[in-house]
């Protein structure tokens, strides 16, 4: 038994030192530095480990790197960053690098659990330790959520994301509008209830109290209907 296990580790630690090797090759190091150079420096702490390379690549005077910017959503936990290999200066190929990223920072956190349909003047926010690579569309600030509410449920301590929030329509779902109607020169406005969400120039049906069903108005302005005729 203790043959096996020791021709078993006499196998495995030349597998271990390629792949460390591997990982911390020219190729992986211009890799990691074009990471850190998107990165730039909104992380407070960062922790960046290489999980993939399909070759460790050649270290001459001949040959050096040059890593792509990584596409779509950034920074985010598993990406991989793709190398060009220049030799004397010429594009010989492209190598991929795969990365597992922790990129922690100050951003917003929820103070409290908050239920859908809340507007965004009414969410109290902290500062917290926000890992943006893992809470993609974190936020700093609510700048640019003024006018909108949560879209769904959010838990205390939870970092506050682009995603959680959705406009306010001009006119909501089972929400009292008021309803214009025209005959001639002579307007009438009734109370009713929106049956369906909508904004300006949209029609939805409405429900006047006492009536037997719904009649469809044209979303005029920010809680005003009108029935057009």
């Known amino acids: 038994m203790k043959a096996r296990l020791l021709t078993l580790l006499v196998l495995l630690v030349p597998l271990m030192a390629g792949a460390d090797e591997a990982t911390n090759s020219p190729l992986v ?3 990691r530095a074009g990471v850190f150079a998107q990165l730039g420096s909104s ?23 040059h890593a792509r910017r990584v596409d779509g959503h950034f920074p985010r936990a598993r990406f991989t960053v793709m190398v060009d290999v220049l030799r004397d200066g010429r594009n010989v190929g492209t ?28 969410l109290d926010t902290d500062t917290g330790v926000v890992d943006a690579a893992r809470a993609l569309g974190a936020l700093h600030d609510l700048s640019a959520q003024s006018g909108m509410r949560l879209r769904h449920s959010v838990r205390v301590g939870a970092p506050v994301l682009a995603s959680d929030f959705e406009p306010i329509p001009d ?31 949209d029609k939805v049906p409405v429900m006047v109290s006492g009536a037997n069903g719904p009649v469809t108005a044209l979303v005029i302005d920010k809680g005003v209907t009108r029935i057009e005729r």
């Open 171 to 201: 006119v909501d779902n089972r929400s009292t509008v008021r309803l214009q109607a025209t005959f001639g020169a002579i307007t009438i406005e009734s109370p009713a209830t929106a049956m369906r969400s909508g904004n300006r120039g």
């Open 95 to 122: 190598v991929p690098v795969g990365f597992a990223l922790s990129a922690s920072g100050p951003g917003l956190v929820y103070r409290h659990a908050e239920h859908a349909g809340i507007a965004t003047g009414l």
């Open 29 to 31: 190091e211009a890799a």
């Open 43 to 65: 992380a407070a702490s960062v922790t960046l480990q290489a999980v993939t390379s399909s070759r460790r690549g050649p270290a001459d005077a001949h040959t050096s790197y």
